[in-house]
């Protein structure tokens, strides 16, 4: 902040003339008014351009340079919120800055001259010194990991600076963060984001300069989109694995470690995959990459030119030595990695072939084929990933119960055997059908022709001498990708990927030397190179179907090969009919009905009466009870989560959500519940009944799907004692006595209709009794229980009952009293004597207690058919619900 008469001079250098130098930097605002005479030369004049101040609270604003930016700027408001007046004026100045050049001495000087007093306040902001942006830079060169946020709050390690005291301006966020950018750019840490086109092709070139190797060996820009990485050492790497190739015996510790394990890294770089191969080195008794390439998509085409580099270097490594096992690969099961290792080893076959350059096109493409189906003797997968699949599939119990995993193990264990023949394999393969049939779509997975001669040695194509040269598995290659991360990081962009990249491999290359040199020991650690953490399998690496959702899918439309899960479809609570569900412009008409499936039918008809009745709740009442009221991930809270999605008019989802609220019941009623078999025939009310009790013992759970009774006591001192009868009753069951009962009550004739709501009203509350798997009223009479005694404190006087309190359910279960009838008995009836209306209350209509009913459907049973269907009332009509019409 230069104030009176000031002059600086300097010798003119590359420096002191750049843009902005330092020597002649200022903090206030000046602007240019040309040149004019000084000294007998021509000199820039720059005059001060003051300061815009509020008249009121005298705040101060930066002034632009030029005079209309000035008028906008006073139209402003004053940038303090808490003034009054809020009017900005502009203050001006007479200081004025000369520059000029002078020859002294045979050298030119730079001249600068400040005159005149500043009569004004400083103006807030500006443009950051070279010596601010140096301090800058060396808080980021202390902490090069440190985000723009944490420098400006600064640490407490000594010579720690807070960016704000740097300069002001720096504690604005997005200033901080712009200058933290251009600091780490200057240091090499991060690559400016808007590095493009050519730019991006400079900075490579010039990061080779920087390391003093190319090592960017191939590359390309669309259709394949890639970039190959190899630098001198790893060539030598590949050098000394071909040579211990040839050399080493067919026997030893290191003779399985021969070949070339590949596997893609989804993580390094923020788009694309870095797809790396690695090789065992022998002198330092570990694997180490020879090759990495970025590829942007994971198709074939993007493959194969990793797969041409690496074959290029195998064939000048190995000269004249060079045998077609060289080219042999250790993958995971990636479709497109496989198809192009076999391109390329195809390409390579020719391309070595003595004459290839004088066969006809035809002839040419015969012979790639051959060699194609060639390539399959030179792969090889991973036997880890299979066992790891059997152990997913072991530890849920659904698909193998804990008394067969022996068998499982066993099963296992014999297909992997180097002892098993064909004729055992294809055995044991039929009794793991036989005994887990739910298994059918994880087996079918790895016994195809694709992946089964990569791991099982029965099935095998590869030679066994080769076989026995090359590992087992692919964690050598997941182990080199977590020492990356480990050491590099993830999520980098182009450049600073590919720069840290080679500084692991040249991390390597030092640690090869130490050992050459005797600086530090060999790895002695022979065993199977795990990776430092949980590998993740993505969808590109191949996985068979070894989850229960996965194995449920296989057997439905491909649609339901993507499972439905609370955060799959952004639900917005809507309110819809069950008209709006039969309308055939949403779409959902051919969907509205469960696919029979091994007599389901008394699963599939009461659901649907469930998701008539639910569908009719409002909507702060469904996200109630699937948000707060259902214990998550219960077989109810499934069956419920299910029927939401329902509602809602997706029709890519429709299918799947019915196959998944089947599979849900079907799962918990023979496996967690062990309620029936898989196939057997059931009671809706036995699994509905166990399902409701056995959710949670909480009031506010329960009472959405039972009857409450509690009895109310009174003692002789007026204390009054409330008990509620426990378990609610799920299944009102109604009897012929409690239709003559009513009659009675109400005094009407014999054999006179009587309306469902006026039974309920007068029927004689009972305690629940467990029958068939649900909780009935059948049990003795609440009014004949014996007294119970007051739970006031300091009163233990008996509690005889005075009355009974009913709690209503949300969805009502009833029982009628048709359903103990036979056939002969049900067909004798003219009329059932109750009267099943569309709406019914409890009680009467003026009182505060009245519930009131709406009949959403009813389930029937064809006796002689052994088999259940509903109707349905939509808009007053009856529609039969069979999910064995019309293939559902």
Not at 11 to 22: H, L, Q, R, Y
Not at 207 to 231: H, K, M, N, W, Y
């Amino acid at each position: 902040w230069p104030d009176g008469d000031e002059i600086r001079e300097v010798g003119a250098t590359p420096e002191t003339t750049a843009k902005n130098p330092s020597w002649r930097h200022v903090n206030w605002v000046l602007r240019s008014k040309g040149n004019t005479q000084y000294m007998g030369q021509q000199a820039e004049k720059r005059t001060c351009c003051g300061v815009i101040l509020c008249s009121a609270c005298k705040a101060t604003v930066r002034p632009q340079t030029q005079k209309a930016q000035w008028e906008k700027q006073l139209r402003q408001p004053c940038p303090n919120p808490n003034c009054t007046l809020r009017q900005l004026v502009f203050v001006s100045c007479d200081v004025f800055v000369l520059l000029a050049r002078f020859q002294r001495d045979g050298k030119t000087i730079l001249h600068w001259k400040h005159c005149g007093t500043h009569s004004h306040p400083r103006p807030p902001g500006g443009l950051l010194s070279k010596d601010q942006q140096d301090a800058v830079l060396a808080q980021v060169a202390r902490r090069p990991d440190a985000s723009a946020d944490a420098l400006a709050t600064g640490s407490i390690v000594p010579g720690s600076v807070p960016l704000g005291e740097v300069h002001p301006t720096l504690n604005n966020p997005r200033v901080a963060r712009y200058h933290v950018q251009k600091a780490q750019e200057r240091l090499g840490l991060s690559s400016n984001k808007k590095v493009v086109g050519f730019s991006m092709f400079e900075a490579v070139e010039k990061l080779e300069q920087d390391v003093g190797e190319s090592f960017v060996v191939a590359s390309g820009l669309v259709r394949p989109s890639f970039c190959c990485i190899q630098t001198a050492f790893m060539r030598l790497v590949l050098d000394e694995a071909i040579n211990d190739w040839l050399q080493s015996p067919l026997d030893g510790p290191l003779a399985s470690r021969h070949g070339f394990i590949t596997d893609g890294d989804h993580t390094y770089f923020n788009k694309g995959i870095l797809l790396a191969t690695c090789v065992f080195n022998s002198r330092c008794l570990r694997w180490v990459p020879i090759l990495h390439t970025w590829l942007l998509k994971q198709d074939t085409l993007h493959h194969q030119v990793h797969f041409k580099q690496l074959n290029a270097s195998v064939v000048a490594a190995a000269g004249e030595r060079f045998d077609p096992k060289m080219l042999t690969g250790v993958f995971d099961f990636s479709q497109a990695q496989r198809n192009a290792h076999a391109e390329e080893f195809a390409a390579t076959r020719l391309h070595l072939m003595p004459g290839s350059a004088l066969l006809a096109p035809l002839a040419k493409e015969a012979q790639l084929d051959m060699f194609r189906t060639e390539a399959m003797e030179y792969q090889k997968g991973c036997q880890v990933h299979f066992k790891t699949s059997a152990n997913r599939v072991l530890k849920d119990l659904s698909l193998v119960p804990s008394e067969f995993a022996p068998l499982f193990n066993s099963a296992v264990e014999t297909m992997l055997s180097m002892d098993t023949d064909l004729d055992t394999f294809n055995e044991t393969i039929t009794e793991l059908r036989q005994s887990f049939p739910r298994l059918s779509g994880w087996i079918d997975w790895w016994i195809r022709d694709s992946v089964a001669p990569m791991i099982f040695p029965s099935r095998r194509i590869m030679s066994e001498t080769l076989a026995l040269q090359v590992p087992n598995t692919s964690n050598p290659i997941e182990s080199q990708h977590s020492l990356l991360h480990h050491g590099s990081g993830r999520n980098h962009d182009a450049l600073t990927g590919i720069h840290q990249l080679w500084l692991h491999v040249d991390k390597l290359r030092r640690q090869y030397e130490a050992v050459r040199g005797g600086h530090a020991p060999p790895n002695t650690r022979l065993g199977s190179d795990r990776p430092l953490r949980k590998s993740v399998v993505y969808e590109n690496d191949g996985r068979a179907p070894d989850t229960r959702t996965a194995l449920a899918a296989e057997d439905s439309p491909d649609i339901l090969r993507r499972p439905m899960s609370p955060t799959s479809l952004a639900l917005q609570w809507v309110t819809i009919t069950h008209d709006q569900l039969f309308d055939e412009s949403t779409g959902l008409r051919p969907y509205i009905s469960y696919r029979f499936v091994d007599n389901s039918c008394y699963i599939d008809s009461a659901q649907e009466l469930l998701f008539r009745a639910f569908s009719l709740w409002s909507p702060d009442s469904r996200r109630i009870l699937i948000q707060q009221t259902l214990p998550r991930f219960s077989p109810l809270w499934s069956f419920f989560w299910n029927y939401e999605l329902r509602i809602h008019p997706c029709i890519e989802h429709a299918q799947t959500i019915l196959r998944t609220s089947q599979l849900a019941a079907q799962h918990a009623i023979s496996n967690e519940w062990k309620l029936y078999s898989h196939g057997d025939n059931g009671s809706s009310s036995n699994w509905i009944g166990h399902s409701a009790n056995t959710i949670s013992a909480d009031l506010a759970t329960q009472r959405h799907f039972g009857v409450h009774y509690s009895i109310v006591g009174r003692c002789q001192f007026g204390h009054y004692t409330t008990t509620l009868i426990s378990p609610p009753i799920i299944f009102l069951r109604l009897w012929e006595r409690d239709i003559e009962s009513c009659r009675l009550s109400l005094k009407l004739p014999a054999k006179a209709h009587v309306d469902i709501g006026d039974v309920l009203a007068h029927l004689t509350p009972r305690q629940p009794r467990h029958a068939a798997g649900a909780d009935h009223n059948t049990g003795t009479k609440l009014t004949d229980l014996p007294a119970g005694l007051c739970t006031h404190p300091r009163c233990s006087e008996p509690s005889p009952l005075v009355a009974v309190q009913t709690q209503w359910p949300s969805i009502l279960f009833i029982i009628p009293e048709t359903a103990s009838d036979d056939s002969d008995t049900f067909s004798a009836r003219t009329e059932p004597p109750l009267r099943h209306a569309l709406e019914f209350s409890i009680g009467s209509k003026s009182t505060l207690d009245n519930v009131s009913y709406q009949l959403v459907g009813r389930q029937l049973e064809h006796r002689d058919q052994a088999h259940l269907v509903a109707e349905v009332l939509l808009s007053g009509r009856t529609y039969m619900y069979d999910n064995l019409l019309n293939s559902g």
